[in-house]
Every structure is written in structure tokens, then in C-alpha cells.
């Protein structure tokens, strides 16, 4: 198992490496400290994350909810194509469009 992690790369955009998984993810609220931003867009790239499971897809669902509440759009970047596949089978692609 690789640990999931977040890096701040600037003020709009995050590096999130690792798996996105039950087991990584656990009750954590990991963007707490992160989520004031004086950006209209936040970007997570998601180029070395190296495995995802529904409860990740339910996590960035998550995470979309708490920036729209912010007035903040979330967008994905270089998502692996274990998610695509699960954002289309949860019908969620649009969220991130």
C-alpha cells in the first residue's frame, strides 16, 4: 500500500500521489487546512496516483462539494484511467468537466 499525499504546489494547484483508496484515506478530512483559496478554479493532479477505489472516487466527490460550497470549481488533472473508469460507471464524469 502507498500512502495517499497532497502537496501544495502554488495557491490553485495540488499534487495528489499515492493511492486513493479506502485504506489510505481512512476518516481523514485532508484538505482542511487547504481549502481557503482566493482562486475562482482549484486543480488536482493526479498523474502519480497509483491506484483508486470507490471510496477515492467518493473522496474527490467530496472534495468538489466542500470547494462548490467555497464558490471554488475543482478540476482534475491526468486522472489514471482506473478512475475515468469509475467516474463513468458512477455516472460522476460531468462533476469534473
Same mark, same amino acid.
Given at each position: ?10 495557491? *490553485? ?10 485504506? /489510505?484515506?481512512?476518516?481523514? $478530512? ?6 481557503? /483559496?482566493?482562486?475562482?478554479? @482549484? ?8 491506484? !483508486?477505489? @470507490?471510496a477515492g472516487l ?10 462548490? $460550497? *467555497? ?5 482534475? $488533472?491526468?486522472?489514471?484511467? $482506473?478512475? *475515468? ?6 455516472? !460522476?464524469? @460531468?462533476?469534473?468537466?
Amino acid at each position: 500500500m502507498t500512502k495517499l499525499a497532497i502537496s501544495q504546489v502554488d495557491e *490553485q494547484h495540488f499534487r495528489v500521489s499515492g493511492e486513493l483508496t479506502r485504506n /489510505s484515506i481512512g476518516n481523514e $478530512q485532508l484538505l482542511n487546512d487547504k481549502l481557503l /483559496s482566493k482562486h475562482k478554479t @482549484t486543480y488536482f493532479d493526479l498523474r502519480e496516483v497509483s491506484r !483508486v477505489d @470507490t471510496a477515492g472516487l467518493a473522496w474527490l466527490i467530496h472534495s468538489f462539494a466542500e470547494f462548490k $460550497q *467555497q464558490g471554488i470549481r475543482l478540476e482534475l $488533472q491526468n486522472p489514471p484511467e $482506473q478512475l *475515468q473508469n469509475l467516474m463513468q460507471l458512477g455516472q !460522476v464524469t @460531468t462533476l469534473f468537466e
